[in-house]
């Protein structure tokens, strides 16, 4: 194999060396800045999305706190709006209570009004039937006809004395 052969070495060494130099030179002149230029780029382009992504992050975190604020507004005026109506139907309640116990008081002085009429009525329609029936059994028990006022009288003096 000629390769091998010591005798051409030097002149391998030579085409080696030369070679080399050629493709260093065409890697340095072309490749490499192009290699440079990529990793630029995509070194920026990570900047760039990285400082998007902070942005963003700020702005969500800012979004988050308003909305937490929005939600802690809203519940203490939903609280307010509840204790508000709570404290309106309360007072509503205890208007509608007041009014309820004077038609209550009303309606249970006009019933009791009634039952002393009724009452009233009763006995004055017992005193007459009492009378009536002292007449009768005066009459029948000891055969004494007793006049209606006597009878009337007698029953009026049993009455004062039971009250």
């Known amino acids: 194999m000629p390769q091998f052969d010591v005798a051409t070495f030097p002149t391998q060494l030579f085409w080696l060396v030369l070679t080399f130099a050629v493709l260093y030179a065409v890697m340095l002149r072309f490749a490499l800045p192009r290699i440079s230029e990529v990793l630029e780029a995509r070194r920026s382009h990570i900047d760039h999305d990285l400082e998007a992504a902070e942005k963003l992050k700020s702005e969500a975190e800012q979004a988050l706190a308003a909305y937490e604020k929005l939600m802690a507004n809203a ?57 009536q029936a002292a007449e009768l059994a005066t009459a029948k028990l000891i055969g004494v006809a007793v006049g209606e006022g006597a009878a009337q009288a007698a029953v009026d003096q049993v009455m004062a004395g039971r009250k």
């Open 75 to 131: 519940k203490s005026e939903a609280q307010a709006v509840i204790r508000r109506a709570g404290e309106e139907l309360a007072a509503e309640a205890a208007v509608r209570q007041g009014e309820l116990a004077k038609h209550l008081a009303a309606q249970t002085k006009s019933a009791e009004t009634r039952i002393e009429q009724a009452k009233a009525q009763a006995l004055a329609g017992i005193k007459t039937v009492a009378a």
